[in-house]
């Protein structure tokens, strides 16, 4: 399509300059459009859009059934929590031992000093020793298990959450969304339809701000530059309208009319392509002629 419409431009382009006509250049109407898909599975739930509805930007205007969806995240903040309840205490756990030991090292220093003044022997004083040293090690044994375990139930918990956030995130693009805004000029799915992931939903398209896509020679590269403002004449069947364009994008790239065989002659006809934003009045549509004149 790109090729026959580049060769129509190309044929007027030339004629228009054998014939000595008044515009320099031609072309037909763009604009930007954007088809929006299923991004899930399931049956559309509702789907509030009609071919000629103005749109706006992230409006929502469907909803994908995701009851199976919230189920699954019920079920696994269900294991969650179940998880946090596993998760111990350390400092509650380890109340007992951690007064025994501070029971111990009262009577280890008090039979420090008694062996100081000699009231009490050596062997009474290893014993507190060893009792001390024995309470300190079970208290780091288990105070290692119940890190281990609470380390393993954050583990357990944490892959939970990340499955949560895929549900969340499989919850937000359940919603159909327009990305971004402008006119629906096409839809491909009905209200109660079940859609998979990627199948089209409806075609959208800004035509406030309408783009001109025009060819022009060699010649004439050197008479336009960027953001440069040119007159455009709109064809409505006996009649023409003018706007007003901006120049917003030329091509650094020449196209020339395809063919098998190439010659030196055909450098005649290498184009460059040209947008011009045009400010669409309502008038506008995809797919009309118009003539440009700088």
């Given at each position: 399509?790109?090729?026959?419409?580049?060769?129509?431009?190309?044929?007027?382009?030339?004629?228009?300059?054998?014939?000595?006509?008044?515009?320099?250049?031609?072309?037909?109407?763009?604009?930007?459009?954007?088809?929006?898909?299923?991004?899930?599975?399931?049956?559309?739930?509702?789907?509030?859009?009609?071919?000629?509805?103005?749109?706006?930007?992230?409006?929502?205007?469907?909803?994908?059934?995701?009851?199976?969806?919230?189920?699954?995240?019920?079920?696994?903040?269900?294991?969650?929590?179940?998880?946090?309840?596993?998760?111990?205490?350390i400092n509650t756990q380890m109340a007992a031992l951690t007064e025994q030991l501070?029971?111990?090292?009262?009577?280890?220093?008090?039979?420090?000093?008694?062996?100081?003044?000699?009231?009490?022997?050596?062997?009474?004083?290893?014993?507190?020793?060893?009792?001390?040293?024995?309470?300190?090690?079970?208290?780091?044994?288990?105070?290692?298990?119940?890190?281990?375990?609470?380390?393993?139930?954050?583990?357990?918990?944490?892959?939970?959450?990340?499955?949560?956030?895929?549900?969340?995130?499989?919850?937000?693009?359940?919603?159909?969304?327009?990305?971004?805004?402008?006119?629906?000029?096409?839809?491909?799915?009905?209200?109660?339809?079940?859609?998979?992931?990627?199948?089209?939903?409806?075609?959208?398209?800004?035509?406030?701000?309408?783009?001109?896509?025009?060819?022009?020679?060699?010649?004439?590269?050197?008479?336009?530059?960027?953001?440069?403002?040119?007159?455009?004449?709109?064809?409505?069947?006996?009649?023409?309208?003018?706007?007003?364009?901006?120049?917003?994008?030329?091509?650094?790239?020449?196209?020339?009319?395809?063919?098998?065989?190439?010659?030196?002659?055909?450098?005649?006809?290498?184009?460059?392509?040209?947008?011009?934003?045009?400010?669409?009045?309502?008038?506008?549509?995809?797919?009309?002629?118009?003539?440009?004149?700088?």
């Amino acid at each position: 399509m790109k090729q026959i419409l580049l060769v129509m431009v190309t044929g007027l382009l030339l004629a228009g300059c054998k014939n000595g006509n008044k515009y320099d250049a031609s072309g037909v109407f763009e604009a930007s459009e954007v088809i929006v898909s299923s991004e899930g599975n399931g049956k559309i739930l509702f789907l509030n859009v009609e071919e000629g509805q103005r749109l706006d930007s992230n409006q929502q205007v469907g909803q994908i059934d995701t009851v199976q969806l919230f189920l699954r995240k019920e079920q696994l903040l269900y294991s969650s929590k179940s998880l946090q309840n596993r998760k111990q205490d350390i400092n509650t756990q380890m109340a007992a031992l951690t007064e025994q030991l501070a029971t111990a090292r009262k009577e280890q220093a008090r039979l420090m000093r008694l062996l100081a003044n000699d009231a009490a022997t050596k062997k009474q004083l290893d014993d507190a020793n060893a009792q001390v040293a024995v309470l300190e090690k079970q208290i780091a044994a288990q105070t290692s298990v119940l890190e281990k375990t609470n380390d393993a139930v954050g583990a357990d918990n944490s892959s939970l959450e990340v499955q949560i956030a895929q549900i969340d995130d499989q919850l937000a693009k359940s919603r159909i969304v327009s990305q971004i805004a402008g006119t629906v000029i096409a839809k491909y799915t009905q209200q109660g339809e079940v859609t998979v992931a990627g199948k089209p939903i409806f075609k959208i398209a800004d035509l406030e701000n309408m783009i001109l896509r025009i060819y022009i020679t060699s010649e004439q590269l050197t008479q336009l530059k960027l953001e440069q403002e040119i007159s455009i004449f709109a064809d409505f069947g006996k009649g023409r309208k003018q706007y007003n364009g901006t120049i917003c994008w030329i091509s650094s790239q020449a196209e020339f009319t395809p063919k098998s065989i190439q010659v030196k002659n055909d450098r005649d006809n290498l184009v460059y392509a040209v947008k011009v934003a045009v400010k669409n009045d309502g008038y506008l549509k995809i797919g009309m002629y118009a003539e440009v004149k700088w």
